[in-house]
């Protein structure tokens, strides 16, 4: 409850760029959609590519999915090929927690 409580959670990923032929990290500052948001936030991933058919979103999002993306109530920035499934990280006390 302490790491994840009932709100949303500022969180980031890492992303690998491309720039003048030599790959760049950066960090992409997200929010976890972990209180009211939540519900819509999983119904959005059946908007995703490939879950045309899943009626259901427990069928594709299982209750250890932490959600981000989306523009409401902030434009979380979208993952890039390769990022996605990667690791969330939160700073939380001087520590970064994955």
Do not use: M, W
């Amino acid at each position: 409850q302490e790491l994840l409580p009932a709100k949303d959670v500022k969180a980031l990923f890492v992303s690998e760029l491309t720039k003048d032929h030599r790959k760049i990290l950066t960090r992409k500052e997200v929010y976890i959609k972990n209180g009211e948001r939540k519900a819509a936030c999983e119904r959005d991933a059946l908007q995703a590519q490939g879950y045309e058919k899943v009626k259901v979103v427990s069928e594709v999002v299982t209750p250890r999915f932490l959600c981000t993306g989306g523009v409401i109530p902030y434009a979380d920035p979208n993952t890039c090929k390769g990022d996605s499934g990667g690791p969330l990280i939160i700073h939380k006390k001087s520590r970064f927690i994955q």
